[in-house]
């Protein structure tokens, strides 16, 4: 799902390298895989495949990058360089009626 490029910038941010102090997360990668998975396809956490983990597992460490604002520092490393591959513009014009032009009407307060 990632490709190399991307895991690249990614790595740098994640919590639970081997360098880190205190525990250190399985892998990394496939932990980002799996939140990929989950929001691709809109599926409850309880039905993550088990080549993941377990949905538990992965859940509470979702949990914690979380409060630790890591995504955040993850879509700054990632979007530095967007990919305008699926940009859209749209030139469309659209015409309102001539009731939503901002002509003079509506409630008036009588005495």
């Not at 799902?1 to 910038?9: I, Y």
């Not at 409060?67 to 879509?75: C, P, Q, S």
């Not at 940009?87 to 005495?111: E, N, Y």
Request: proline share 6%.
């Amino acid at each position: 799902m990632l490709t190399d490029a991307q895991w690249a910038k990614m790595e740098p941010h994640c919590l639970g390298k081997p360098s880190d102090p205190g525990r250190s997360g399985g892998d990394n990668r496939r932990f980002i895989e799996a939140l990929l998975w989950i929001v691709r396809t809109g599926s409850p956490w309880r039905d993550l495949p088990a080549f993941f983990g377990s949905w538990n597992t992965v859940f509470k460490r979702y949990r914690d990058w979380v409060k630790a604002d890591v995504f955040v520092r993850l879509f700054e490393a990632c979007s530095d360089e967007p990919d305008m591959e699926y940009a859209m513009v749209d030139a469309t014009i659209v015409k309102s009626h001539r009731h939503g032009q901002g002509a003079k009407g509506g409630l008036k307060a009588r005495p």
